[in-house]
């Protein structure tokens, strides 16, 4: 069975550029999740979905930082405009369920994002 | 404000001895805790789980001991193997599943 499926890896860019991550749940998990994870820190939640409904987006921060998952399946995360602060690794989770006390999180490898 | 705390950033431990990893957490409404295990390049993976009903979870060589008056909770690894050297991150609950709270991990060593 396929994981979670980031992409790019590794992504470069200047201050005030737009920048986009992409995310492929494992198949069949209806909640998806957009962690933020900063040097030497654990990972922080910026949303999630149920299908493609955004639950709980309160982490997010709203002036610069936009999602979606369209068709309740993949999703992308966007970034405009970038800001030195927001060099960090993006990580994509799934799950069956929302609940974590029952349904395991499979994390995808995120992409790391190095703003200059 | 750190709610989950891991205050050893990182741990160097010979082959076959014990592991442990420590956690604090300041929010008395969690209730629930697991333990995550990352690679270099890949994302966190699930390594085991505590209810607070509980004191104690065990799966072969890891076991959670959870002190909730003390607010603390502690992962052994025993024996420790080589392929044990990577980071692990403590997470939380509350008792309605709401958002996981990570710590700031701990990297593991283990020396052969």
Known sequence: ?116 | DQQVKQNSPSLSVQEGRISILNCDYTNSMFDYFLWYKKYPAEGPTFLISISSIKDKNEDGRFTVFLNKSAKHLSLHIVPSQPGDSAVYFCAASDNAGNMLTFGGGTRLMVKP
């Open chain 1, 1 to 116: 069975e396929a994981g979670v499926v980031q992409s790019p890896r590794y992504k470069i860019i200047e201050k005030k550029q737009p920048v986009a991550f992409w995310c492929n749940p494992i198949s069949g998990h209806n909640t998806l999740y957009w962690y933020r994870q900063n040097l030497g820190q654990g990972p922080e939640l910026l949303i999630r979905y149920e299908n493609e409904e955004a639950v709980d987006d309160s982490q997010l921060p709203k002036d610069r930082f936009s999602a979606e998952r369209l068709k309740g399946v993949d999703s992308t995360l966007k970034i405009q405009p970038a800001e030195l602060g927001d060099s960090a690794v993006y990580l994509c989770a799934s799950s069956l369920g929302q609940n974590p006390l029952v349904y395991e999180q499979y994390f995808g490898p995120g992409t790391r994002l190095t703003v200059t």
